[in-house]
């Protein structure tokens, strides 16, 4: 009898609004990699969409879910995408423009066919029967309070999933294809915003303000 390979799973995404749909596909097991990121740049992303109570955790930590960008499709609302680089830098974070539910994070084009998305706006239930329940930690120290014993993720490790990711790409290139970028130009689908230094500082202080409120009830 000849062995049969399990089916991809599917996890639904929708907005708030329901402008944005979208679904994840993955493979059984997962190949992707369960994050909690407590960066200063993930926070900042949070406030400034307003929403860091549905996105931050008790220790302010983002929950993603490393994967390949193409396993991410979009059915409805491409034009109601939006995205914002808090830092300058080539990294872009996206959202819906209408009602500010974050997406994904990307890097700034389709050559790094890397997308990590931001699992608050799934259910939590469905996202670990899909992707199971484990996670690793980054960026600790930027975050609030001391989560205690957890397992860590080391940015070599990282970075080598993203070059493995590139290289595969390059002899494959339906891996390039992502939802939030043009296929023929490989860029985004929305121009990405710039944040003003000032606008960058207001949400740090607001950030250092929340992290102090979260520590405080623990």
């Keep these: 009898m000849t062995p049969t390979t399990n089916p991809p799973q599917a996890l639904e995404f929708q907005c708030e609004c329901g402008a944005i749909h979208g679904v994840v596909r993955e493979s059984f097991p997962p190949n992707g990699r369960r994050l909690v990121c407590h960066c200063n740049d993930c926070q900042a992303f949070a406030h400034y969409l307003d929403r860091e109570k549905q996105i931050l955790d008790d220790h302010a930590g983002t929950h993603v879910y490393q994967m390949d960008s193409s396993k991410f499709t979009i059915s409805k609302g491409q034009d109601k995408l939006a995205c914002v680089t808090v830092t300058g830098g080539p990294l872009l974070r996206w959202y819906c423009a209408t009602c500010k539910t974050p997406i994904a994070n990307t890097l700034s084009s389709t050559r790094f066919p890397f997308l990590s998305l931001i699992l608050s706006a799934f259910d939590q239930g469905k996202t670990d029967a899909m ?43 339906e891996l390039k294809k992502s939802p939030l970028f043009d296929d023929a130009t490989g860029k985004p689908l929305a121009e990405p915003i710039k944040l ?3 606008e960058r500082l207001a949400i740090d202080e607001k950030a250092d303000i929340y992290r102090e409120v979260l520590a405080e009830a623990q």
């Design 196 to 198: 003003e230094r000032s």
């Design 131 to 173: 992707l199971g329940s484990a996670v690793e930690h980054v960026a600790i120290p930027s975050g609030a309070g001391d989560p205690g014993k957890v397992k860590t993720a080391g940015m070599a490790g990282m970075l080598w999933q993203l070059l493995v990711r590139v290289i595969k790409a390059r002899f494959n290139p």
